[in-house]
């Protein structure tokens, strides 16, 4: 919850005389709350010595929900950035109970505030009420443990029961009782309770006689017919709704034509077969579990009614309103009255002590009755009727209804009354008398056989630059290895070549989408810092964890106040990697390493590999000799190593997104994929081979893409902060006697200092400067970002011809009809298909090499602007502001 304080900023609660004191008065419960003192009493001791407002909403809500059952024991509340508003977070067990209740905590903290009373048990109430109504229902709830237990992963969808269980290939949905491989054939054929009742007899397996009427006039022939006492059911019906059962004259019979009738135009007459009423359920064929179902009732005590007793009975805390409790509470409806008053009683009426008195003859758990665990009682002949009735029906999970004077005895009298879809799993799991039976976990057994987990490779991706080159690199990689792909970047969503969406998908939303895609064998999810501030990561656990590099790129959003704020965030991505599985860190950025050494991150085994572009690089020497893997740059080779060997993978010039080896940048970005793949076995020569064939224009759009036009070249990359304008300007540092122009800007949700940063870093790099801006300004005036931009670089070098061009197009059409022969614009851009319509207005060529630019194609240790202007040598540049955000810096 975002919560504005208002007037109570700045405030504690030891300003307040008798707020403490009426805050514990209306939750006791407060006393037990330890905070982070960590023993009891420690948030009263907060609450003496004075806290803010924030905090005390967070405890009251956590107490509130504790109450309603709808809660856990674990909060926390944070200033958000802006003025007043704060970032109140509590785990829940009921998500929309839960909701509820943090706006009631801040109406009750209010009340107190003012000493006015509070309705504390009604809030309550209607918490739980809301819980009733959209939580889990009991039988999805007993899959979902099931499955939680077997750490198969599963996320709700929507507000109802439906759930995916699994990733990609390997994903399942369920809702209650029945799965998608639940035959929709099978379901109408059982709900025809008339066709069931033939299909079953030509098999041989016992059903009672009946007949199927459509008017009042001839269900009563069909008693005069079959005689009394029958049962009258809708045709097409669930959960015991419009069910009489011992219907014996005219005028009942009447009666239960019209209450069958309002749930179905056919209406099934059948004889009243006598004996237990047993429900069996089947799963992939097999019977799980049986339970012996009881009537309702109530027992007297010789001085409350019936309807006293019932209402006893109802307190009961195990009966709730509908399904959320093991048992459902009685409702004294027309079938309750009917069968009281065919016994000569009423709802009036005042039992004997000790007397019993059934309410209903339904069975139905939704109708007030009860279940005995009978499943090791059940005869061998009448579990295989079962087995065969449901494989008849073509159910995977069916639930057998069925008479029989002893289900441990091979059956005389009895027979089978229905079959159900989508049976409900209460019963078995929580029996009034017996033993629970695992049914959830047998139907999760059904879907995924012992040994699957339901998972497919994940490979999570994060860091300040690079993050969505290295997605696509993986994605190539592991395609080309025979897999089918989901890829989420920053311009869409990818299953292998085809975008399905397009946009910046790099949030858990964009990662669910390519989780829930059947035909997804690996999924490569670029994971941005607003996706994990704002909803998670969109999965659990990854297979394999990567971090390019760490920047301050996001200093001002989100409530991000510090470079260590951005460490915290991008360090989830580590902390979910699975044990066993790989955290791939960049060797060369120090506060990368530092995520590797996190407590957080530790505490799971699993296996750290580095990558670097120094193969000198002292934390990579000390992890090999730790028995680590690395992957390095040497002597122009991309290289594996232990300590014991080293495998050289792919020559860096023969890659062409490396710009003949030239781009650093992109040599780190493919270290970062090698080392992904290599840790989902991809052989060396598929990376290879791969590698060879990822073009920049094909396959990486928008990232470092060069063209050949007017006498020049355009380079097109989406770089948006220092890091990327550093990284750029230290590639075209190589390229002598041309003059490089850039075309920039920076997103205005980005704090000033970072901005003119940004500024200065292009005045050192470019010989020109253009300045643009982004069409979506967030929240910055037209012109204030452009002229941030202006005056640092003007502060920086004087000298640069500097210019502001608004319009992105513009720009780019303005530094390509001022191009000098031979050189070099680099445009970083905002959308790019626009900007590539003006490219092939000017007939530009995308070209994979350097070659045309005539330079080295080996890179060399030390480089100087050429520009005659005396500016500093590229190495000095880089190294008097060394930097973690970027590998090559």
């Known amino acids: 919850m975002r919560l504005d304080l208002g007037d109570l900023d700045g405030k504690e609660t030891r300003e307040f005389k008798g707020f403490n004191d009426r805050l514990l008065g209306c939750l006791p419960g407060l006393n037990d709350h330890q905070c982070s003192l960590g023993r009891r009493g420690g948030f009263v001791q907060r609450l003496e010595e004075g806290t803010y407002f924030g905090h005390v909403v967070e405890h009251v809500a956590i107490e509130l929900a504790t109450l309603a059952e709808a809660g856990a024991n674990h909060g926390k509340t944070r200033h958000s950035g802006e003025p007043r508003i704060y970032n109140v977070a509590i785990e829940y067990k009921a998500e929309q109970a839960s909701r509820y209740l943090l706006e009631v905590a801040v109406r009750l903290v209010t009340a107190v505030l003012n000493a006015e009373a509070f309705p504390v048990g009604k809030e309550i109430w209607e918490a739980k009420q ?12 007993a899959i979902v443990e099931a499955a939680e237990r077997r750490n198969i992963p599963w996320r709700r969808e929507g507000d109802e029961s439906l759930v995916q269980l699994g990733y990609g290939k390997n994903r ?123 009537p309702c009732k109530v027992i007297g005590d010789g001085s409350r009614t019936i309807k006293e007793l ?34 000569g009683l009423t709802t009036k009426s005042v039992p004997a002590r000790n007397e019993e008195v059934t309410l209903s003859e339904r069975v139905n758990l ?116 025979g897999k089918t792909v989901g890829v989420t970047t920053t311009d869409g969503i990818y299953i292998n070549d085809t975008r399905i969406v397009e946009g910046d998908t790099t949030g858990p939303a964009s990662a669910q989408t390519v989780l829930s895609d059947p035909v997804v064998d690996v999924a490569v999810l670029e994971t941005a810092r607003g996706g994990i501030v704002r909803r998670g990561l969109g999965y659990d656990w990854s297979d394999v964890g990567v971090i390019t590099n760490i920047g301050e790129d996001h200093l001002g959003q989100d409530g991000i106040k510090s470079i260590d704020d951005v460490v915290y965030i991008k360090s989830l991505v580590a902390e979910r990697v699975c044990e066993g599985g790989a955290l791939v860190l960049n060797a060369d950025a120090e506060l990368v390493v530092a995520i590797g050494r996190q407590k957080a991150v530790t505490k799971r085994k699993k296996q750290i590999v580095y990558f670097s572009l120094n193969d000198d690089n002292p934390v990579v020497h000390e992890h090999l000799n730790q028995g680590g893997t690395a992957f390095l740059l040497h002597d122009g080779w991309l290289v594996e190593t232990t300590k014991n060997e080293s495998h050289k993978i792919v020559d860096v010039s023969s890659v062409p997104a490396t710009m003949n080896g030239l781009a650093e940048f992109q040599v780190a ?109 967030r929240g910055r005036d037209t012109g204030s970002v452009a002229q941030l931009l202006r005056d640092a670089v003007l502060a920086e070098a004087p000298q640069t011809d500097c210019q502001i061009v608004l319009d992105e197009n513009e720009a780019l059409h303005q530094a390509v009809k001022t191009m000098q022969h031979g050189e070099v614009v680099v445009v970083f851009y905002e959308k790019l298909e626009p900007l590539r319509r003006v490219l092939e207005k000017y007939a530009a060529q995308p070209v994979q090499s350097l070659s045309a630019l005539n330079v080295e194609t080996k890179p060399r240790r030390v480089n100087r602007y050429a520009d005659g202007k005396g500016r500093r040598p590229a190495l000095q540049f880089a190294q008097a502001r060394r930097s973690s955000a970027h590998p090559s810096l």
């Open 310 to 343: 019932i209402d006893l009975e109802d307190n009961n805390p195990l009966r709730g309103e509908g399904h959320e409790k093991p048992l459902t509470k009685i409702k004294v409806d027309h079938s309750v009255i009917q069968h009281l008053k065919r016994v």
């Open 669 to 777: 970005n493919i270290l970062a994929a090698v080392a992904a793949c290599r840790a989902q076995n991809v052989p060396r020569d598929v990376i290879a081979s791969s590698l060879k064939k990822f073009t920049s224009y094909s396959n990486n759009p928008g990232r470092v893409n060069l063209y050949k036009l007017n006498g020049g070249h355009v380079i097109v990359d989406y770089g948006h902060n220092a890091n990327a304008f550093e990284a750029i300007c230290r590639m075209a540092s190589k390229w002598e006697d041309r003059r490089v122009t850039g075309v920039i800007t920076v997103p205005g949700d980005r704090d000033d200092k970072l901005i003119e940063h940004a500024g200065r870093v292009a005045a050192r790099g470019f010989h020109r400067v253009i300045i643009r801006e982004d069409h979506d300004l």
């Open 130 to 141: 809301i819980a009733a109504r959209t939580e889990l229902g009991p039988s999805t709830r």
């Open 366 to 481: 939704s109708a007030g009755a009860t279940a005995r665990d009978v499943t090791d009682d059940v005869h061998p002949w009448i579990k295989l009727m079962c087995e065969r009735a449901a494989r008849l029906a073509g159910l995977d999970i069916c639930g057998v209804d069925l008479i029989a004077d002893d289900i441990s005895r091979p059956m005389k009298n009895g027979g089978i009354l229905e079959l159900n879809a989508g049976p409900g799993l209460r019963m078995h799991c929580f029996p009034s008398e017996g033993k629970p039976r695992d049914v959830g976990g047998a139907i999760v057994d059904m879907l995924y056989p012992q040994g699957e987990t339901g998972r497919i490779p994940i490979i999570s991706i994060t860091g300040t630059n690079g993050k969505t080159t290295v997605t696509r690199m993986v994605g190539h990689i592991l395609q080309s290895f």
């Open 172 to 294: 399942h949905y369920i809702q209650a009782a029945m799965t998608d491989r639940t035959s929709a054939t099978a379901v109408e054929l059982v709900q025809d309770k008339e066709y069931t009742k033939t299909l079953l007899s030509r098999a041989g397996i016992p059903v009672p006689e009946g007949r199927v009427v459509r008017s009042a006039a001839e269900a009563i022939a069909a008693l005069h017919e079959l005689g009394a006492p029958l049962v009258v059911k809708p045709l097409r019906g669930r959960q015991g709704n419009g069910v009489c059962i011992g219907v014996e004259t005219d005028q009942e019979m009447q009666h239960a034509y019209n209450e069958a009738g309002s749930f179905s135009p056919s209406v099934l007459v059948e004889r009243l077969i006598t004996g237990r009423n047993y429900r069996l359920l089947v799963v992939d064929n097999k019977m799980i579990a049986a339970s012996e179902r009881t």
